[in-house]
Every structure is written in structure tokens, then in C-alpha cells.
């Protein structure tokens, strides 16, 4: 059972994933060795995991796909799309006939190798449709912070990671290439592993790190089993909002803390916004209260049946397991 203290230590790392425990402790306060305690429990019974991940507009396009397939072939589908890695996140929604994934192809010919042939010859599937990832909200105030007792101003005010300024250009190098993918599985690893995975130096890993973040390349997000936090109750609402009105009424819902991710996308549903609530009466006024104030003019809601994956985690039980190295790199 988590407790109180559990789930301000998830609320502080959903702050800045990178902060060390002394910060943690002293803010929460409780002391060092608790934190970390509470940390590597957190971490080993698969309810949250910390990633290190590029900044989605910031490098290649990303695709949301939805395969509508015979219900009694959705688990062996989706279990074959979760073991690729170029595809980060599966969900089986719609009682079980619809699958919906993000995948991130590294080429074009990857891209079309499963949308345009693999994917339309498969037997069990009956169509499906895939849209561009035109921007998203990620990080920071955009995480979800649905919390039973969230931390305070104050207290997220110290925990905000500190302002840097880098001189000149900033942008990721081929050699960059190790330190992401080890960030990407692991984004809590001290600069000595990081300097074992690199070879760099670790004054040279934290000064790298620090001008990726201060530059926007790199963000740390928090993935959490949210079955294990009191909220089993998810769902993918596909908006459709006039283009004026898709930054305001994007932005208002990625504030929402029972909003874990929200895109804009191509297509006739042109927002897409994944909710996590406590029940259906929770995702109701979600729905209602929220949704229903903006300026939407139709909405498709499609409760999820279950999660296969998530940024590269695989689910076992609702318990995140050891993420692929190579699937991580964005939602």
C-alpha cells in the first residue's frame, strides 16, 4: 500500500525527475535515507520510473495509430507491436477491438514497412488510421499531478530545477548517443554509471546534461503504474477543435491534473488527450466539467481496456517492468 509520503515523493519527482535526494529529503521533510528508501521500493515494485528523454518536437516525427481488429486477436497484436522498437506505446481500448500505439520510425522506409504493408496484411486487422504527432505538451506543469494531497507552492517552488542559461547553440551530437539511450532507460543514474556507459568524465556528463536541459533537447518525464496510485480508470479522448481554439483549449486540458499527455494530431480528431481518473464518475466530470467548457465541437471518448506499454516499459499486472533500451526516446 503507498502511503502519504509516497505520493509526494512521485508529486516532487514529477517536478524534476533529476533531483537529488538531499533536496527531496529537505523539502519533504523526512530524512535522506527514507527518500531513497522509498525510492528504490517505488522503483522495484514497478510504480514509477524516471526517464530522460529528447524533447519531442525537437527531433523526428512521431505517429499515433488506431487498429480496429478482431477482439479475440487485440492481446497477441498488441503484444507483437509492444516487442518492436520503434514503438513506444500500446493500449488496447474500446472493449477490446480497437489498439492504439505511438511509434517513433527512425526512417521512412520503417515507417512504411508497418503502416503501409506489415500492419494492412496482418489478418486480425480490419483497418486502420495514423496520425502525425504535430505538437505536444510534456514536462513540467504539463505532467499529470492528480494527487490526494499535492505538495504546495512552496514546496514546488523549491523543487524546480534551477534556471541555466547556455552560451551559444546547443544541439544533440551523434556522440550524445549513449548518454540518451542510458537516460532514456534509467534517467536517475548517477554521473559514475553514466560515466561507465560514456567514457566521458563526470564533470563533463553533468555539464552536457545541464545544456541539454537548459537548451530544451532533453526533459525528464515520470511513468507511473497509475493502477498502483488509486487511478484505474483511463481513457483517450479524440477532440475535434477548431484550429483557432486548438492552443487554448490544448493547453487548459495538458493543465489538467488528471491529463497525462495531450497532442495535437492530423486527422478529422485533431486533439487527442489521455485522462486518468479514480472512476467512471471522476472521468465523467472530466468530461463534462473540464472538456465541456471549451470550445470543442466533438468529442470520441475510448476507455482503455489495458496498457501493454508506455515510453518503452512494458506492463506486467499493471507494474511497469524494465523499459527496451532502444524504445524510449519520446511517448
Not at 514536462?139 to 541555466?164: C, K, M, N, Y
Not at 554509471?193 to 568524465?201: F, K
Not at 495535437?264 to 485522462?275: E, H, I, Q, R, S
Amino acid at each position: 500500500m503507498l502511503d502519504a509520503l509516497d505520493h509526494r515523493i512521485v508529486h516532487a519527482l514529477q517536478i524534476d525527475g533529476r533531483a537529488p535526494f538531499s533536496r527531496l529529503a529537505t523539502v519533504l521533510g523526512v530524512s535522506e535515507q527514507t527518500v531513497a528508501r522509498r525510492w528504490r521500493r517505488l522503483r522495484e515494485d514497478g510504480v514509477l520510473r524516471v526517464l530522460g528523454l529528447p524533447t519531442p518536437d525537437r527531433i523526428e516525427p512521431h505517429w499515433f495509430v488506431r487498429v480496429r481488429v478482431q477482439p479475440a486477436a487485440a492481446g497477441a497484436v498488441g503484444e507483437a507491436l509492444a516487442r518492436r522498437t520503434d514503438v513506444s506505446w500500446v493500449s488496447i481500448t474500446s472493449g477490446g477491438s480497437e489498439i492504439t500505439f505511438a511509434t517513433r520510425p527512425r526512417t521512412e522506409h520503417q515507417r512504411d514497412a508497418l503502416l503501409l504493408a506489415r500492419l494492412p496484411r496482418t489478418v486480425q486487422v480490419i483497418d486502420l488510421s495514423a496520425f502525425s504527432v504535430l505538437h505536444d505538451w510534456v514536462g513540467g506543469p504539463h505532467e499529470w499531478t492528480d494527487f490526494p494531497e499535492p505538495l504546495s507552492a512552496e514546496q514546488i517552488a523549491a523543487l524546480q530545477p534551477p534556471v541555466r542559461t547556455v552560451p551559444g547553440a546547443v544541439r544533440t551530437e551523434p556522440e550524445d548517443g549513449p548518454l540518451l539511450e542510458a537516460l532514456a532507460v534509467d534517467g536517475r543514474l548517477g554521473w559514475a554509471q553514466l560515466a561507465a556507459v560514456t567514457g566521458w568524465s563526470e564533470t563533463r556528463l553533468a555539464r552536457r546534461v545541464e545544456g541539454l536541459r537548459a537548451a530544451g533537447l532533453l526533459y525528464f518525464d515520470l511513468e507511473i503504474a497509475f493502477e498502483l496510485l488509486g487511478r484505474p480508470v483511463e481513457a483517450l479522448l479524440w477532440l475535434t477543435v477548431a484550429p483557432a481554439d486548438l492552443q487554448q483549449v490544448g493547453e487548459a486540458l495538458a493543465l489538467a491534473p488528471e491529463s497525462a499527455y495531450t497532442a495535437v494530431l492530423t486527422g478529422p480528431a485533431n486533439l487527442l488527450v489521455a485522462v486518468v481518473a479514480r472512476d467512471n464518475a471522476h472521468l465523467y466530470r472530466f468530461i463534462t466539467e473540464q472538456v465541456g467548457r471549451l470550445p470543442v465541437r466533438s468529442i470520441e471518448t475510448s476507455p482503455v481496456l489495458r496498457r501493454v506499454k508506455q515510453a518503452g516499459s512494458r506492463l506486467d499486472g499493471g507494474r511497469l517492468t524494465e523499459p527496451d533500451r532502444t524504445a524510449t526516446r519520446g511517448r
